[in-house]
């Protein structure tokens, strides 16, 4: 068993910090990076295989296929069951925290910016500390 | 009539010769053959039997042993009652007879002219015509008494000289003149404002029936309204006027109070914009106040009925008002509900509305009852509200991603460049793209202000 992190975000600068990141906690030492909703989804449609988990940091204000967008139709796949989500995201606004709760998927709910110290907090989700052989 | 009607059973003759006695009573066995004869000879024998008994008729011969002509006639009229009485006489006196028929005497007859069918003729009428007689004083008493007993001022007046002829009770208790006050008076008298024959008494014998309206002052000085109803009649051989006079003082108040309502009523719902209707559930006949057409924006002639009334409620809201309707009817005793209505200019009004049901005696629904308001501009200054409600929302989100957006790429990137052990970094790039997100927050910031500034200039408009 193994989880595959993907960092999905539009801003560049972003993705560049967080993969810096990402890359030296024990989630994952080489992530995948997308700049799009849109992108994400196509590479899970076609890289997904029966097994595979994936964990996605997911932005939530992008154009075109925003965070929650995209959530809606990784839920209308057959591998939504494979899919754990953190939303990272620069919103401290309420509304989009408590709209967290309408999906299954999401396991965290994660301010920017995104540290060291968040990044092993989140590897130690029951969820995902045993798809990453973490003892807690 | 039939003959039964017309029988005379019984005959008092009074008559001092049998030859002539003896004539009469064939006469009157054939032409009443159940008649019952009783024959006196004197008057004094007459007179006591018509104190013991009566008789249909009484035939009274002139010259008696104990009395003559009139004085016989005389003292049997003063005891005859309503009984009819023939004079029997030998000779013929045209102006004695005559005379005699002035006495109370109801026929004459001439004893060598006698038949039976004469006698017969003249017995039938003489009783037929003093019943119609007794008829006619009986009647004129019924009317004496309706006239003293009617409760509303009645009088007769003199065609001519317009005096008191006569007055009842009521008009002496109501004008509060004696009766003897009132027979010294003329109509006149008793007119508010001085008026002269003519100006009430549209010509006497021309106007049979006189209605009208005047003013009355009573004895105390006490104006009132009094509605005329007047026929002319003849009283005691004059031509005269019978007024009846109601007085409708109370009654005209009654209707000016009720005037004097209303216009507070309208003014009131004009002044609260509120408008006033009732619907009859039985002939769905619809009342609006002269508020309600002006708020609906409508015509009295286009709302007569619910349906017509339906026909300019948004259609989005038809649904929720025809519901808040039937709960009422099935038994909610008030409702309110809120609802818009398609004026003929186009425009589009929000009403607030209050129903509620008026039931008969059997708790049955008789008729729907109730407000509307014009809330067009509450309406719209909520909607107002809401719309900035809704920016200042977009203001906090705005606030929340895209300010921190740059932000947090701020802190995340100074954090790296502070990292010590990471040596492969450019930091120079980064240094670059730090001044890229501060320019870029600040040009957000400027964003938001001026947005701010939009609503506030927009609430001080409102």
């Known amino acids: ?99 967290v709760k309408e999906y299954p998927q999401v396991i965290e709910y994660i301010e920017k910016p995104i540290t060291l110290e968040i990044c092993e907090a989140l590897a130690k989700h029951p969820s995902l500390s045993e798809l990453l052989g973490i003892i807690s | 009539m039939t003959m039964m009607e017309h029988e005379c059973s019984s005959v008092l003759v009074v008559e001092d010769n049998e030859g002539d006695f003896l004539l009469v009573s064939e006469f009157l066995k054939e032409a009443f053959p159940k008649v019952v004869i009783t024959h006196k000879k004197r008057l004094i024998e007459a007179e006591r039997s018509l104190n013991e008994q009566t008789f249909d008729v009484i035939l009274l011969d002139l010259t008696l042993p104990d009395s003559n002509g009139l004085e016989s006639i005389d003292h049997i009229a003063a005891v005859a009652n309503h009984t009819p009485v023939i004079v029997l006489t030998g000779f013929s006196e045209k102006d004695f007879g005559i005379r005699t028929l002035s006495k109370g005497v109801s026929d004459y007859l001439l004893k060598d002219e006698l038949s039976v069918s004469h006698l017969y003729k003249s017995i039938i009428y003489s009783i037929e015509r003093k019943r119609i007689g007794l008829r006619l004083v009986q009647s004129e008493e019924n009317y004496k008494a309706l006239f003293q007993m009617s409760p509303l001022p009645t009088w007769v007046m003199d065609l001519e000289s317009h005096q008191f002829l006569h007055v009842n009770e009521a008009a002496i208790t109501h004008y509060g003149y004696s009766e003897g006050e009132f027979l010294s008076m003329t109509v006149h008298g008793v007119q508010a404002t001085p008026t002269t024959s003519n100006d009430h008494w549209p010509d006497s014998v021309a106007f049979g029936l006189y209605d009208g309206l005047t ?138 509305q209050r129903t509620s049901v008026v039931n008969d005696e059997k708790q049955n629904p008789l008729r729907l009852e109730g407000i509307i308001q014009d809330v067009t501009e509450r309406w719209n200054y909520i909607k107002e509200i809401e719309d900035q409600n809704l920016k200042l929302k977009d203001i906090a989100w705005i606030q929340s991603h895209v300010v921190r957006a740059p932000l947090t790429r701020l802190m995340g990137l100074i954090r790296i460049i502070n990292d010590p052990s990471d040596l492969q970094l450019d930091r120079a790039q980064l240094l670059d793209e730090v001044l890229n997100s501060a320019y870029e927050l600040d040009v957000i910031i400027r964003e938001i202000v001026k947005k701010t500034e939009q609503i506030e200039n927009q609430t001080t408009n409102l």
């Open chain 2, 215 to 352: 003013k009355h002052k009573t004895k105390s000085g006490r104006v009132i309204q009094v509605q005329l109803q007047s026929n002319l009649i003849e009283f005691k051989s004059k031509r005269a006027r019978l007024v009846i006079a109601t007085d409708i003082t109370d009654e005209i108040q009654n209707r000016q109070k009720i005037v004097h309502y209303n216009q507070r009523l309208q003014t009131a719902q004009e002044i609260g914009q509120l408008g006033y209707w009732e619907l009859n559930l039985r002939t769905n006949e619809v009342y609006w106040s002269e508020e309600a057409y002006k708020i609906l924006g409508r015509d009295a002639r286009e709302l007569l009925t619910s349906e017509q009334f339906y026909q300019i409620v948004h259609s989005e809201d038809l649904a929720q008002f025809k519901q808040a309707r039937a709960d009422l009817l099935n038994g909610n005793l008030e409702h309110d509900v809120e609802y818009r209505v398609m004026c003929n200019d186009g425009n589009i009004k929000h009403i607030f």
């Open chain 1, 1 to 99: 068993m193994s989880i595959q992190v993907l960092i999905v975000d539009d801003d560049q600068v972003v993705v560049f910090l967080h993969k810096t990141i990402v890359s030296r906690s024990s989630l994952s030492a080489n992530p995948t990076t997308f700049i799009s909703g849109r992108k994400t989804l196509e590479y899970l449609d076609t890289h997904h295989r029966s097994g595979d988990k994936f964990l996605v940091l997911l932005d939530i204000n992008m154009p075109m296929m925003n965070g929650w967008e995209l959530l809606e139709e990784i839920s209308k796949k057959s591998y939504a069951n494979d899919i754990l989500v953190a939303m990272v995201t620069s919103s401290i606004n309420k509304l989009d925290k408590d709209r």
